[in-house]
């Protein structure tokens, strides 16, 4: 797994923005800004949309993403289904084949999804902190804010 100290990978990701319309997201998003990346096993589960608000407030402090394995049409079938996420600010990207989230070491192999990660990278890309669940343990925002603060 890639680890503090360690460059972010350069990516490019089908996905769906604030607005619902379909975009490239990539790390030339950040233009050069603190970010919060953050991985999550699949659309359409009940532990997500709670995990994926709770991050859309961090967008105000840094940019952020939300990365799973399903594709951008499920995405966007997704926000448009879900009242918890439909207006977030952040963007939401597709990682088909989980070939980002292999690069990054975070793939649950057995079930097929990428784990429950959370990435800080700096203005330059550098990974500041990294943490990683199992898949149905979610995450707390106010920690991720905290040390972003901290490391900020």
Request: hydrophobic fraction near 40%; charged fraction near 25%.
């Amino acid at each position: 797994m890639l680890g503090v100290g360690s460059e972010f990978p350069y990516f490019e990701l089908q996905g769906v923005d604030h607005n619902n319309n379909m975009v490239e997201v990539s790390e030339e998003d950040f233009d050069g800004e603190w970010a919060v990346i953050y991985f999550y096993p699949k659309d359409f589960t009940f532990i997500c949309p709670t995990e994926i608000a709770a991050m859309d407030e961090l967008s105000s402090v840094c940019r952020v993403i939300g990365i799973s394995g399903d594709n951008e049409f499920c995405k966007l079938a997704w926000k448009k289904d879900n009242e918890m996420i439909r207006n977030i600010n952040h963007s939401l990207a597709a990682d088909c084949g989980l070939g980002l989230s292999s690069a990054l070491g975070i793939v649950n192999e057995e079930g097929g999804v990428c784990y429950r990660a959370t990435f800080i990278m700096d203005h330059e890309r550098t990974i500041r902190h990294v943490s990683v669940n199992v898949d149905d343990t979610g995450r707390n925002t106010h920690e991720v804010l905290r040390t972003l603060q901290a490391l900020k």
